[in-house]
C-alpha cells in the first residue's frame, strides 16, 4: 500500500499531462453553459421543478439499495419517460432560450457585457430622476434586477426594452401615465417592464405609515435579491429596500452611493466620484434637505 501510495502523484501528474487545451476548452463551455442553464430556471418555478427532480432520483436510487422492486419499477417506468416529461414541464423555459436565441439579447445572454459602465450611467439617470420626482412629490417604483431574474413580474406589466433615463423615468411615473402605479424593472441597464406589479411584504411589523408602494417594495426585496428604490408620493421621501430592509430619507449623494456599492462590481464600487458630476449638479440644486415622516 505504501508503495501504490508513493507512486500516486506519478500516476496524476502522467494524467495531467494527457490534458489538452481542447479538453479545458471543452470542460469551460460546459461549465459556462450550466451555470447560465443554472441562471435562467431561477426566473420561473423550475428551479423547484429541478428539487423535484433530484427528490425523485435520490428516491429511485434508494429504492433500488433497499430492494424496493414495487417502488422500483414504477419509478423506474416513470423515469424511461423522463425526456418527455422534461420537455412538457420546461416547455416555457425551452421556448424563452429559443426565442432569445433569436433575438439581439442572444449574446448578451451567453456573456456579460460592459456591465460596469452601463449600470455607471444607469444610476446616475436613476439618481437625476429620483431627485427631480422627490421636489414634485410623484411617486415612484424602480426594482434593480440582480442574480434572481424577475420575467414573472416583467410579464405582468408592459414589456419594454429602452434604455434608462431620468425622461423615461419621469413619463413612466407621471402621475396621468397608464403606468404610472406600477413598478419599473431594469436588467442590465435597461428597462424591462413598466407597470408591474409587486408582492406585497407579509411582515406584519411594519410601521403603518408604510404605503402600498413600500409594502410592494419591500415584498420584492424579500423575495429576491432585487434593489428597490421608492419615491413617495405623500412626502417625496427617498427610500430603499434591500433583503426586506427599508432605508428611508436619502439624500441623492447617499442613493448614489447606495446604489454603486449594491449594484457595480466591487472594484467599481469605490471609484473616484469625481467621474461623476451628477453629485455637484444635484448640490447645487440644493436636494440635500431632510424629509418629513411618511
Known amino acids: 500500500m505504501e508503495l501504490k501510495f508513493a507512486e500516486l502523484p506519478a500516476v496524476i501528474l502522467r494524467y495531467l499531462l494527457t490534458i489538452q487545451v481542447t479538453d479545458l476548452l471543452d470542460i469551460a463551455i460546459m461549465v459556462f453553459v450550466l451555470y447560465k442553464i443554472l441562471v435562467l430556471v431561477q426566473s420561473t418555478k423550475a428551479a423547484s ?22 417502488i422500483y419499477y414504477i419509478m423506474s417506468t416513470m423515469a424511461n419517460m423522463g425526456i418527455l416529461a422534461l420537455i ?10 429559443l426565442e432569445q436565441m433569436g433575438s439581439r439579447r442572444f449574446i448578451a445572454f451567453f456573456a456579460h457585457s460592459e456591465a ?17 420626482m422627490s421636489q414634485s412629490r410623484t411617486g415612484a417604483l424602480i426594482v434593480f434586477e440582480r442574480e434572481i431574474l424577475l420575467d414573472d413580474m416583467v410579464r405582468s406589466g408592459t414589456v419594454l426594452d429602452a434604455s434608462v433615463s431620468s425622461e423615461l423615468l419621469k413619463n413612466i411615473f407621471f402621475v396621468k401615465a397608464p403606468m404610472h402605479d406600477g413598478a419599473v424593472i431594469v436588467r442590465h441597464g435597461r428597462v424591462l417592464g413598466a407597470g408591474c406589479m409587486l408582492p406585497l411584504s407579509k411582515n406584519v411589523n411594519l410601521s403603518r405609515d408604510l404605503g402600498m408602494r413600500h409594502r410592494a417594495g419591500i415584498g420584492m426585496s424579500e423575495n429576491s435579491d432585487a434593489v428597490v428604490v421608492i419615491v413617495s408620493e405623500e412626502t417625496g421621501s427617498i ?35 469625481q467621474k461623476f458630476p451628477l453629485l455637484s449638479l444635484l448640490r447645487t440644486k440644493k436636494m440635500g434637505g431632510t424629509d418629513d415622516e411618511e
Do not use: W
Open 49 to 70: 421543478l429541478l428539487k423535484g427532480l433530484f427528490v425523485f432520483f435520490a428516491a429511485l436510487l434508494l429504492s433500488y439499495l433497499f430492494q424496493l422492486h414495487g
Open 88 to 97: 412538457i414541464l420546461f416547455q416555457p423555459e425551452i421556448r424563452r432560450v
Open 116 to 132: 460596469g459602465n452601463v449600470m455607471e450611467a444607469t444610476i446616475g439617470q436613476t439618481v437625476l430622476a429620483c431627485s427631480e
Open 239 to 273: 427610500s430603499v429596500a434591500i433583503g426586506g430592509m427599508l432605508k428611508r430619507h436619502l439624500k441623492p449623494e447617499t442613493l448614489e452611493n447606495l446604489l454603486r456599492n449594491e449594484l457595480l462590481p466591487q472594484e467599481d464600487s469605490g471609484a473616484d466620484k
